[in-house]
């Protein structure tokens, strides 16, 4: 079975503080995680994977097999930043992912002035 | 590119009713998914389907619970004899055939409200 845990509901930081986004998983195999923003009044959209190593908006996730987290960083927040993040799983195999997303709870964050 | 369509935006239904909710995805994309959001609540996945099959139903309630993906048209989800538990947010993704990555393209989501 394939679960991820978001355990910060809300999330409230000030502009050009660092903002962290936890995410813990469990998954047996080899996962492919991901995080999805959904803006206010916008649809659902990727912010990054962890497969592609990138930065995107400055926010960075580093995959912890170890720790089996996905946390999402970013140094300096800014108040458009604001909006719901959820992190997701896929199980991949033979490096094709299996489709399926398993999604956390979600994380509400708001930046303010 | 229009980006993944879903309609209607929002429904209403009586106890007992049937909901149809459908869901176009973007252009060239061969691969379906219909997630529900309950209140409070994360998405969950419900269905997967490509082009007249369904691959993985695991997250669908067996019962009034039924979807499909024709070779021509939107995909449906359908919902017979809906009960006020099924009020929710349906949202459909799609991704291309030849999706390597994971990444799923969201559509707006449908509110189903049974009164």
């Known amino acids: 079975a394939q679960r991820v845990t978001q355990p910060e509901k809300l999330l409230s930081v000030f502009k050009g503080a660092p903002v962290e986004l936890k995410c813990n998983y469990s998954y047996s195999g080899s996962p492919e995680l991901f995080w999805y923003v959904q803006y206010s009044r916008q649809r659902l959209q990727l912010l990054l994977r962890?497969?592609s190593r990138e930065s995107i908006k400055g926010f960075t996730a580093d995959l912890n097999k170890g720790e089996t987290s996905f946390h999402l960083k970013k140094p300096f927040a800014q108040e458009e930043d604001s909006a719901m993040y959820y992190c997701?799983?896929?199980?991949?195999?033979?490096?094709?992912?299996?489709?399926?997303?398993?999604f956390g709870q979600g994380t509400i964050l708001t930046v303010h002035p | 590119n229009a980006g993944v369509m879903q309609n209607p935006r929002h429904l209403v239904r009586r106890r007992g009713q049937e909901a149809r909710l459908r869901c176009s995805p973007m252009?060239?994309?061969?691969?379906v998914y219909w997630y529900r959001q309950l209140p409070e609540e994360g998405l969950k996945f419900m269905v997967y389907l490509q082009k007249e099959n369904i691959i993985d139903e695991s997250g669908m309630p067996k019962e009034r619970f039924s979807a499909e993906f024709p070779k021509e048209g939107p995909s449906i989800l359908r919902i017979q004899q809906v009960v006020r538990g099924d009020s929710a947010a349906y949202f459909c993704?799609?991704?291309?055939?030849?999706?390597?990555?994971?990444?799923?393209?969201f559509g707006p989501g449908t509110r189903l409200t049974v009164l």
């Open positions: 962890h497969i």
């Open positions: 993704a799609s991704s291309p055939k030849t999706s390597g990555s994971g990444e799923q393209f």
């Open positions: 997701a799983l896929s199980g991949r195999a033979g490096g094709t992912s299996y489709g399926k997303l398993t």
């Open positions: 252009k060239g994309h061969s691969h």
